[in-house]
């Protein structure tokens, strides 16, 4: 097949590499831009630690598009206009079309006071911690005795399955704005941690919240026994971690001692409200009170990066409203509102277009529907020479290590023999350093 397209994708997680995969296999030539060394995005880096078997057939398919005779692979370089390179160097290097798939990289905060003070993170920083991404991997995380995780999803249980099963803290409670009704953790997960759930304080929890439900038609019962369904699957306690949740709980304020670490977390308690829609809503009551803990992990769901380059509103870059070319309904066509008018060359999918918005599978979908979106767009351009002398000549210039398929397919090599010598089921470099020292492009510190 002869290419006749130049494109750039840019992230290469699920939404990335599939992207790419789609449009290498409709006949464009694919240069993957990656920030990190490895491929695989929130697939390498955001799925639980243990989940070998998921992590390794995810591995392998990536490994099955890189092999692929015209899409190219440099990681380590940043791309957005405080990165190595921008979306403008990307158009004058002669990529037609540029598919931004780089997740939800911006930190979304409520805007509390006390978020700066020793103790308080986001859980997406906690996650790549624990999967060792740099530099995430390489900063410090202060774990207290007591810590406390706001929201009510699968990122909560994971954190919440880290700090009780690794950690193993002496408490964690959940801070849910919502009732026991609208939880959104699935039961599979929930099976982790369930063990070190207190029973009594779950029944004293629903009792608490009891009318409230049933004044908008909600059956605390029916709730009680959702959160308690993976009990007798239950994995096995390795800890004394009391595990609890507050419903109709919002963090209103965080509060630090003389050194700036975290000590309390002030609270406010509310009602869940019944709309006419039928949908319902959580309302502050005014009534506050102090909870003592020495850490709180928001997982309170992202947004995009704002300083990438691509306008941005309520937390994801703009969308065309009218798209030229919709895919299952959606538009993956950036929109410039300030102008009103479309930015032709780009399109976003993934996390990227939806922050926050399922997992593996729907990015791996949605990167696939952002490319027939872009090829769509290529079909009104002439075709282009797809020679990359002009892409190797800036690359070299940045003045630093640059990554490619081959050095992808030594580290894994290196790490592979490394959980070998050491007896483990999977090993990773915890630095950027150790992995460009591995692939032999950075000579190690005398």
Known sequence: ???????????????GMFGARELAGLGARVVIFNRDIKPGGLAEYGIYPDKHTMKEGLRR?????????????????????RGDLSLDDL?????????????AQGTKWLGLPGEDLDGVYHAKDVVYYYNKLPPFSQK???FGKRCAIVGAGNVMVDIARYLIREVKVDEVVTLVRR?????????KEMAHIIANLDLKALDEEIARVASNMREIGQDPEAAKALILESLPKADPKVSETRFRFEFLTSPVRMIGDEAGRLKQVEVEDNRLILREDGTTKPKGTGHKRLLDVETIIFAIGDKVDETF????????FVKNPEPRFPVDGNSYEVYDPEVGSVIPDVFVAGWARKASSGLVGVARKDGTNGARALWQYLQTLSPTDSDLSAVEKRLRALGKPVVTKEHIKRLEEVERAEAEKRGLEEFKFASNEEMLQAIGLLTPAT
Do not use: C, D
Request: proline fraction near 6%; avoid cysteine.
């Open 1 to 15: 097949m002869s290419e006749k397209y130049l494109v750039a994708v840019v992230g290469a997680g699920p939404a």
């Open 61 to 81: 398919q990536f490994r099955h598009v890189l092999e692929l005779p015209n899409i190219t692979y440099y990681g380590n370089v940043t791309i957005g206009q």
């Open 91 to 103: 158009r004058a290097m002669g990529f037609q079309a540029i598919l931004v798939t780089v997740g």
């Open 140 to 142: 410090e995380f202060h």
């Open 179 to 187: 009732g026991p009704a609208e939880v959104k953790f699935s039961r």
């Open 309 to 316: 380059g691509l306008p941005v509103q309520w937390n994801e």
